[in-house]
């Protein structure tokens, strides 16, 4: 039969019929055939008819001239019913282990219940079907080992092709597998191969024995059938089957079939079972669909752990190989790994790059069985479609063999009924049923036609509109043609346009690789080679690195000292972003310097290469917002100065970078458009500003440069930055300095998602910062599993900033739930020289957060020698930036020191500088910690009144910046002062407050506090 896009000629037939309001007799008397061959026809039980057959019946029925095109199609799919039969012979389920199961959760919950009904004495039969390789067998033997593990008896018989299974088959297997035993019943003669099943006189007889067999055995213990390839079966152990079903539902048995759905036609003596199954014994029925993307993630993750990108990568390859068929992933995989592109190594798995990857054997084996059933003339037409792609345009096909279209369509007719491809409903195309069909007929294809095919089919697509630079390039490139380096350069550009970085990265990596041996083209190869690089700068930047390494080799080789100094001033950049900021700065301000030795008109003079370093992705010329104007051809300015000042700023040199970088904006400031690389410089010297006035204190200044430079890299579609932007104020300024703003801060959080939503084209699959956009919130709000989820996905960024300030959150998180082993992991792992570390070796915003944290770590372990260490280390760090905002955190922590250390006066001294230090500017949250730590400190002192009132706005602070963990904290300072007040109960009803709060947070410490205190209450009050 045809595929489902194919319609069958007796359903044509028939409804054309009554849409003309003939009869059978009337329609026949029309045609001049016989009333029998309409009637054979529309009930699918006659061969096709002939061509004059076919030319009579639309005559007879006045068909307009377009339906006849698919009053043929039909006809000839139903001449090649042969074709689908034979094909069918080498369908059967291949000889190898299935997949893991994964994605299958619900019908492992339906089998999983119907398997404890049956135990329990309830049985009905559960038909799981899907095509081949889905994994039914997989589910079945996950049923089968569980039944086991449950004390069931198992029992499993295979049908196998219609030539090759006797009838009751399966059930003599069956019968074959069971032993008597353990007081159960011995297998009668009649269910045994070979014995007595042939001398019974009717059906009945053998299924009554079967019956009571079955209802002994499961008196002892229950028992799970298993009936494999129902698709496959004789009718007669089909009418057991039913029997058995319907009579033993009362019974502690649980019978399961499996069977290919594409293989059950409505002819096919399993069809019309289903239903009844269904009606009589109440039938579960489980179909298998393909696997989804996330279930071949998951799969590759269980099976491999390969780092992120790669696995992302492996994934992606996967399932666009085997849309989730599980077996075709498992051949897939595996032959992956027997081909070395996944390699075990001293315990650990890597993936090489995956484009010599091969059709697995066994699946060509498979194929080939059903093309060897078609005629040579089909065989290369289907070779032709396989080269052309997945996707196979009727009139390119045509066009590219140049055969007449009645030969075409016969081809697809046959293609059609050998289940290789399906036609659109228009009919204007046809498809393979699946990537791996493709494959393997390409595969077969010798490589000198395969090369002549992919070049005609290049050059007859670049005559199509609308125009597909990927598909040209890729046919091209498989021909060895020489026009595919320019094709795979215009699909970059067209990537490079919808801010998919990793694809157009791809295409020009492929490009400049073809250039390797052109030394006409060197100069080219290089510029691609850097615009790899930059591209790669927020995915992958340790690869980014070293194409601008590169490129910067290439400029040096063929005196380019343009793009010699542009590689080399990235290739800093992308240090800095790749975690390696010290020697980032170092390289990225030796570029500037040599930037600063070209002519002034560089840039004008190739104004595609300013489009380049700008990173600009508009694809129509439309200039940047009005504040960034008309381009001024006589000037050039360096355009990586601000972004010199922008990492000095972040590395914490705020003076050097905040002067470089309002240098760059006073001098653009005065313009009234900016070219779009000035315009990268202009946002650049915002993002500096924003940065470097929130650590000063400048908190209003700050909020106007973070919108300055969001709003110009909006304007040249740098979404990615613009997130990155808003993320920075998220946690520069919204964080610290307007914490009790919950509208804000929301409204950045969504801010950001958004944008780097937007620009995740810009980052490996599953590697998006979105994932850190939001965890302020929910640290401050105490939706710590949020937090921990976030992380879990954050850690496999490798991008600066990201990855530190999941790191930073991940940390105090721990520290608040007691668990000091994480905690230190980011200190040791970001500040790996400990007190020693290099100033500038890492972001600066996160490092003094970790020397922050590692104060407190010590302080809770009673180690003030490194917490006196941390803490100098800590204000050392704060001089050398100039940073105001952390004055008060670095007094607090000198004041819980000193408090440590048994110098109350001393703690007080600092507590009181930092409450200074946190209301101008205003700071809510550190606020708040020290008018806490200035209650604990005046209840010890006997200023129970000093400590009330510290108490009051430490509670107002929490309340408004909606922090519950901030809350509990200050609560129980204030249990501590009610019991030194002689007030018990209401000091016990405030620590049981606290732990209300922290139960929830999992927060170990401040929970033992709560408990250490009310114990000591107790003690206290009698």
């Known amino acids: ?171 003599l297997e069956i019968s074959e597998q069971y032993h008597a035993g353990g007081g159960r019943p011995v297998v009668p003669d009649v269910l045994r191969r070979g014995t007595g099943i042939g001398d019974l006189t ?63 036609t409505a002819q096919h003596p399993l069809s019309p079972l289903l239903p009844a199954l269904v009606r009589e014994a109440g039938a579960e029925r489980i179909e298998l669909r393909h696997l989804g993307s996330d279930d071949v993630r998951e799969l590759v993750d269980g099976r491999y752990g390969l780092p992120a990108p790669d696995a992302s990568r492996l994934a992606a390859y996967v399932i666009d190989r085997t849309e989730g068929n599980p077996l075709y992933i498992r051949e897939v995989l595996r032959t992956l790994e027997e081909e070395s592109l996944l390699r075990l190594d001293v315990g650990r798995w890597s993936l090489a790059e995956l484009d010599r990857a091969v059709v697995p054997t066994l699946i060509q084996q498979v194929i080939a069985g059903r093309a060897a059933r078609l005629s040579q003339e089909a065989r290369d037409l289907l070779s032709v479609a396989a080269v052309i792609g997945q996707y196979v ?117 492929a490009a400049a690789k073809l250039m390797e041996h052109d030394s006409t083209r060197a100069r080219d190869r290089g510029w691609l080679l850097y615009r790899v690089g930059r591209m790669l700068r927020l995915s992958r930047p340790s690869a980014g690195v070293e194409y601008l390494q590169e490129a910067e080799h290439v400029g040096q080789t063929i005196g380019d000292p343009v793009l010699a100094a542009y590689a080399l001033a990235d290739r800093g950049l992308t240090r800095c972003w790749g975690g390696e900021p010290l020697r980032g700065v170092e390289e990225l301000a030796a570029g500037v310097a040599a930037l600063d030795r070209l002519p002034a008109d560089h840039l004008s003079r190739e104004p595609s290469i300013a489009v380049w370093i700008a990173d600009s992705l508009r694809s129509n ?55 779009e690389a000035e315009a990268g410089l202009f946002a650049d010297a915002y993002f500096g500003l924003g940065i470097g006035y929130a650590e000063l204190g400048r908190s209003e200044d700050a909020k106007r440069a973070f919108s300055s430079a969001r709003e110009t890299y909006r304007g040249y579609d740098h979404h990615d930055l613009v997130g990155t932007v808003t993320l920075q104020q998220l946690w520069l300024v919204t964080y610290p300095y307007e914490s009790s703003d919950h509208a804000r801060r929301r409204w950045l959080v969504d801010e950001s998602e958004a944008a780097l939503s937007r620009g995740s084209g810009a980052h490996d699959l599953g590697t998006s910062p979105t994932i850190v956009s939001s965890l302020p919130l929910p640290f401050l709000d105490g939706a710590w599993d949020e937090v921990g989820q976030a992380i879990d996905a954050g850690r496999a960024l490798d991008v600066t900033p990201f990855r530190e300030y999941a790191m930073v959150v991940r940390a105090w998180v721990a520290w608040a739930q007691g668990d000091a082993e994480l905690a230190w992991r980011p200190v040791r792992q970001l500040l790996p020289d400990g007190v020693a570390t290099e100033f500038g070796s890492i972001v600066f915003g996160p490092a003094v957060e970790l020397q922050r944290l590692a104060v407190m770590l010590n302080l809770d372990r009673d180690d003030l ?32 020191y000193a408090h440590a250390t048994g110098n109350v006066e001393s703690a007080r001294e600092d507590a009181r500088a930092a409450l200074r230090h946190a209301t101008a500017p205003t700071q809510p949250l550190a606020l708040l910690a020290a008018h806490r730590l ?36 200050t609560l129980l300072a204030a249990a501590e002062l009610r019991l030194a007040g002689g007030r018990g109960d209401e000091a016990r009803d405030l620590a049981t407050q606290v732990k209300t709060i922290c139960e929830p947070l999992g927060a170990r410490p401040t929970l033992d506090r709560a408990d250490a205190f009310l114990a000591r209450a107790a003690v206290s009050l009698g």
Not at 239 to 244: A, K, M, P, V
Not at 250 to 256: A, G, K, Q, R, Y
Not at 432 to 456: G, K
Not at 628 to 643: F, I, K, L, W, Y
Request: proline share 4%; net charge negative.
């Open 621 to 675: 010329g439309q200039p940047v917002p009005e504040e960034v104007g008309q381009p001024d051809s006589s000037a050039s300015r360096n355009v990586r100065r601000s972004t010199l000042g922008l990492w000095m700023v972040l590395v914490g040199r705020h003076a050097e970078g905040i002067e470089m970088v309002e240098a760059c904006r006073d001098e653009l400031g005065t313009r009234t458009q900016l070219t």
């Open 1 to 171: 039969m045809a595929g489902d896009n194919c319609p069958q000629f007796s359903a044509l037939l028939r409804e054309a019929r009554r849409e003309a309001g003939l009869t059978q007799e009337k329609l026949a008397e029309r045609a001049g055939i016989s009333e029998r061959a309409i009637s054979d026809l529309e009930r699918g039980i006659n061969r096709a008819p002939r061509r004059d057959t076919l030319d009579l019946l639309v005559r007879a029925l006045d068909l307009p001239t377009g339906q006849r095109q698919r009053w043929e199609f039909a006809r000839r799919a139903l001449a090649h019913r042969g074709v689908t039969e034979a094909v069918a012979a080498v369908s059967r389920p291949l000889a190898i282990a299935t997949a893991p199961l994964f994605g299958r959760e619900r019908e492992l919950g339906i089998l999983g219940r119907l398997l404890a009904e049956a135990v329990a004495g309830s049985g009905r039969p559960v038909l799981i079907s899907g095509e081949a390789g889905i994994g039914k067998t997989a589910l079945a033997d996950d049923l089968a080992r569980r039944a086991v593990e449950s004390g069931a008896l198992v029992l499993v018989g295979h049908c196998y092709d219609l030539t090759m299974t006797p009838p009751y088959g399966p059930w």
């Open 934 to 969: 200035l209650a604990v400190l005046d209840t010890e002192t006997g200023r129970l009144g000093d400590a009330d009132e510290h108490v009051r706005e430490s509670l107002a602070l929490a309340d408004a910046c909606a922090a519950p963990f901030e809350r509990a904290l």
């Open 202 to 264: 009717r059906q009945g007889a053998l299924f009554d024995i079967a019956r009571a067999f079955f209802t002994a055995v499961t008196r002892r213990t229950p028992a799970v059938l298993i009936l494999e390839d129902l698709h496959w079966a004789d009718p007669a152990s089909l009418d057991l089957l039913r029997y058995l079903a319907r009579q033993m539902q009362h019974e502690p048995i649980l019978i399961v079939g499996t069977y290919r759905s594409d293989e059950v």
């Open 865 to 896: 020698e490194q917490a006196s260490a941390w803490l100098t280390m800590y204000e050392r760090w704060l001089d050398w930036s100039g940073a105001v905002r952390r004055q008060a955190e670095a007094r607090l922590l000198r004041s819980r």
């Open 393 to 509: 345009p009727i009139e390119l096909w045509r066009t590219v063999t140049d055969v007449s279209e009645d030969e075409l369509l016969g081809t697809v007719d046959l293609a059609v009924a050998a289940k290789f491809m399906d036609v659109t409903s228009d009919g204007r195309a046809a498809r393979f049923v699946h990537a791996l069909v493709r494959e393997a007929l390409y595969e077969q294809v010798v490589p000198t036609r395969r090369r002549r095919w992919h070049r005609l089919v290049g050059e007859q697509l670049i005559a199509e509109r609308p125009l597909d630079a990927d598909a040209v390039a890729y046919h091209f490139q498989q021909a060895g043609d020489e026009r595919a380096v320019d094709w795979l350069v215009q699909a970059g550009e067209r990537a490079n346009r919808t801010y998919a970085w990793q694809t157009a990265g791809q295409r020009f990596t």
